[in-house]
């Protein structure tokens, strides 16, 4: 969703893809050489705050910029290799209420969730919307393991089964963006070296199929989203108990659904 909020906008001509992270963020020491394209498919080399262990309960979008305003390295040159990142995801939640003059939450409540009739989903910021009937999040040995931050881009939505069904018809559609953008959504995405990484634009790329799909995880939340792009149907699971099987098991109920 963070990833068709870029595209949206770059289809109504207020952002480019290309565009430098410097246009948004010239704070950022190395923001010449990254560019929107670099952050969408993971290989700008901005460091994750998970992996730097910058995390903490109540983390804030400020508070990633923060963190990587004090460690002004790349771990790698852009476009050079594939390392997800959060905090790039992050960045383009705020580039996107940077180019679209509002918050994040309120583009996609307004852009996304009120067109497709997504009653039941909301971004979750600082603003701590009341979300109700909300499920919460349990780890494996049945203790409260609850959502804990404040930040966007990277994750921070709230939504359930029907709800995500309608997101998913929708991106066969052009009710979002343009045909063409959502084909390099799907794209495979070039490196320096000239192999590929199978990840586009927020969505990993199976290399021998039409298959698209994403993970998420934080605190007790697991989520799997599998979708089959030519036959046009989709496996979700959402779980609030710590499930790391999320994949094996979609592989199994794949296998009893197309024997």
Known sequence: ITAMTVMMLADRGALSLDDPLSRFFPELSYADSVQIRHLLTHTSGIPDYYDREWFHPGMTNARVLQALLAAPQLDFPPGSQYAYSNSAYVLLSMITEKAAGRSFREF??????????????????????????????????????????????????????????????????????????LRQAYASTPLSNGALSHYGFGWRIDPDRPWVLHSGSLA??????WRDLE?????????????????????????????
């Open 108 to 181: 996609v409540q307004q852009e996304i969730f009120d067109p497709l009739g997504m009653a039941q989903s909301v971004v979750y910021d600082e603003t701590q919307p009341v979300i109700p009937n909300r499920a919460i999040g349990f780890d494996s040995a049945g203790k409260v393991d609850d959502y804990n931050a404040f930040t966007t881009g990277g994750g921070g939505i709230f939504s359930n089964v029907p709800d995500m069904l309608k997101w998913e018809r929708a991106l066969y559609t052009d009710q979002l963006v343009s045909p063409e953008m």
């Open 220 to 225: 007790g939340f697991r989520t799997f989203l």
């Open 231 to 259: 036959a046009q149907e989709m496996m979700l699971f959402l779980t609030n108990n710590t499930n790391t099987e999320l994949e094996t098991l979609s592989g199994e109920l794949h296998s009893l659904w197309h024997p």
